[in-house]
């Protein structure tokens, strides 16, 4: 799991990275709104510890960004900002808790350990499987009632985005984002239309449908309804 810290005081992001990373997670830190906006561009998150108050914007402005973007990632505010409304504004931008400091790091830890757990249990880890269709993502194998079947390696990366954000419409910029950030190839409109195409002429054979199309929006993974 891969967490972004996004605290401007030097001394407490140090600790957080040094815990989180002693933890067992994958830490990046950023002391700035800027610096953190280019880090989560690079690098896909499982969740971002936000301050609210930073030398150059505030964690609401970056939150409300980062799920436009990237809806599945998990964030966690953690300020000073003890005010109910601003623990409304935080919960009504997505995020997933809200810490006011001062906090106990041990309490603190566990709480990201739990969201984590949580996170992970959602998408199933590095395999999807409905007992139909069956992909795991790391040995890059898939199978459709039982028969093999063969994806390229962005396709894999197209259904790896679908099925992680399952019943979530993904706007067509968002996936071009996601697919650039991480093939680190240039992807545009048709070559995204013809990935969507080439998956569904795959998994959809039968009589199940597993992309959604939302017209005028994007696309939404359904996972296996009958059609």
Not at 11 to 36: E, H, P, Q, R
Not at 179 to 184: R, V
Request: contains cysteine; aromatic residues 10%.
């Amino acid at each position: 799991m891969r967490i972004l810290v996004v605290e401007d005081d030097r001394l407490l992001n140090n600790t957080l990275c040094y815990n989180l990373t002693a933890a067992g997670y994958s830490v990046d830190a950023a002391m700035t709104k800027n610096l953190a906006k280019q880090l989560s561009m690079k690098q896909d998150y499982d969740l971002i510890v936000l301050d609210i108050n930073l030398p150059d914007g505030n964690g609401f402005d970056f939150c409300k960004e980062i799920k436009e973007r990237r809806p599945d990632t998990a964030v966690i505010f953690l300020t000073a900002r003890d005010m109910e409304n601003d623990q409304l504004r935080g919960f009504e931008l997505g995020a997933d808790d809200y810490v006011t400091k001062p906090f106990l790091m041990s309490v603190f830890q566990k709480k990201v350990a739990a969201l984590l757990t949580r996170v992970s249990k959602q998408y199933g880890g590095d395999c999807y499987d409905d007992g139909n269709l069956f992909i795991n993502f790391s040995e890059m194998t898939a199978t459709l009632a039982g028969e093999v079947i063969s994806f390229t390696p962005m396709e894999y990366r197209l259904l790896k985005v679908l099925i992680k954000n399952s019943q979530i419409v993904l706007t067509r910029r968002t996936l071009l984002e996601k697919l650039w950030d991480i093939d680190g190839n240039f992807v545009d409109e048709h070559a995204l239309t013809s990935a969507i195409s080439r998956v569904r002429n795959k998994i959809e054979t039968g009589s199940f449908q597993y992309i959604k199309t939302v017209y005028g929006m994007g696309y939404m993974w359904i996972g296996g309804i009958k059609k």
